[in-house]
């Protein structure tokens, strides 16, 4: 058998619900820190519980833009 590869994609959205602030802008601040936590989680339950659920490792969200 051959090993399964990690494949990387890129997902956009909006979320209507959440304000946009200038803070999202900053990787470092304690406002995109925590809702990179929220979204992360979300995103994984979401993701763990669909059709692609059994091949899915993981997910990162790596900016908020306005």
């Known amino acids: 058998t051959t090993a399964a590869t990690l494949k990387h994609f890129t997902v956009n959205f909006t979320i209507t619900n959440l304000p946009y602030t200038s803070d999202l802008e900053n990787p470092d601040s304690a406002r995109f820190k925590a809702t990179q936590r929220v979204m992360n989680t ?25």
């Open 42 to 66: 979300l995103l994984d339950r979401l993701l763990k519980e669909s059709s692609i659920g059994p091949a899915f490792h993981g997910c990162e969200t790596t900016n908020f833009r306005y």
